[in-house]
């Protein structure tokens, strides 16, 4: 049993859903990538999406593409991002997943990147723009390194399809939450269709599934608690660290709003 379906199981056991901040590393500035990573795992962090920037990043709205070209003007490569996880690796054991687009997995070449993922400590892989159709490789070098690949689901996917993302995904799917990129929006859909879309995939999926893309308040998260595995928080986290100085006033950004986010359900 891996470190994510270690937590699913104990989460199952304790009455509790996962909260899953997403962090572009060495954003706001140079240094902060492991000090907001040990303080969102401080925070209760339950699993961490840890992007890989990409200067194209399609599925991301303008806070994320902010924060990935601010990063690769602040040096981040994939060995940058490894070496990270690392670090961070010698303190905790909360489960890190890295986000990124399949072109620069291209470029520094699948199996290296499997490898050297599990290596570092990965335990498993978003690629937004890699479907499961076309994830024959990734996958199989996946399996290889004992990584874990989490497919999306969109709020248009016909029920086949699914099924069919529920099944290649190792342990867990991503529930997109709306029909467009990322970014913080004031409300989640009101009139009833993202719960219903939920509900649909809680029919469906016959492994656990979480939810992001627009979540920025506890709100939010506790509305797609009341039928998803897990929320994830991106841009409004994003956002708050936005103005730090130093790595340490972006971690202490990042775990006063990671805390936020906590209600008694998650403690």
Not at 28 to 48: C, E, H, N, S
Not at 155 to 175: G, K, V, W
Not at 180 to 195: F, I, Q, Y
Request: with cysteine; net charge neutral.
């Amino acid at each position: 049993m891996n470190r994510i379906s270690q937590i699913f199981s104990r989460l199952r056991k304790e009455g509790r859903k996962a909260l899953i901040p997403y962090i572009t590393p060495e954003f706001p500035v140079r240094g902060a990538t492991v000090p907001v990573l040990r303080a969102a795992a401080d925070a209760g962090a339950d699993m961490i999406e840890l992007g890989i920037p990409f200067s194209d990043p399609i599925a991301d709205g303008a806070t994320i593409q902010h924060s990935s070209h601010v990063a690769l003007e602040n040096g981040v490569t994939i060995s940058a991002v490894l070496s990270a996880v690392k670090e961070f690796r010698r303190s905790s054991d909360v489960p890190v997943l890295l986000m990124g687009y399949i072109n620069p997995i291209l470029q520094f070449g699948i199996k290296k990147f499997a490898g050297s993922a599990k290596e570092a400590g990965v335990d498993g892989v978003i690629v937004p723009d890699l479907p499961p159709e076309e994830a024959g490789e990734l996958m199989g070098w996946s399996r290889e390194s004992g990584l874990s690949n989490v497919f999306m689901i969109a709020p248009t996917t016909r029920d086949d399809r699914i099924r069919l993302i529920d099944e290649a995904s190792t342990d867990f799917s991503y529930c997109v939450s709306l029909t467009g990129v990322t970014g913080a929006r004031a409300s989640l859909e009101s009139n009833g269709s993202l719960d219903a879309f939920l509900a649909r995939v809680r029919k469906i999926a016959k492994k656990p599934f979480v939810v992001g893309f627009g979540l920025s308040t506890r709100e939010h998260v506790e509305q797609v608690w009341r039928v998803a595995d897990g929320a994830v928080v991106g841009s409004a986290l994003i956002s708050r660290m936005a103005t730090a100085q130093t790595p340490e006033d972006a971690a202490k950004a990042a775990g006063e709003f990671i805390t936020s986010l906590r209600h008694t359900h998650g403690k």
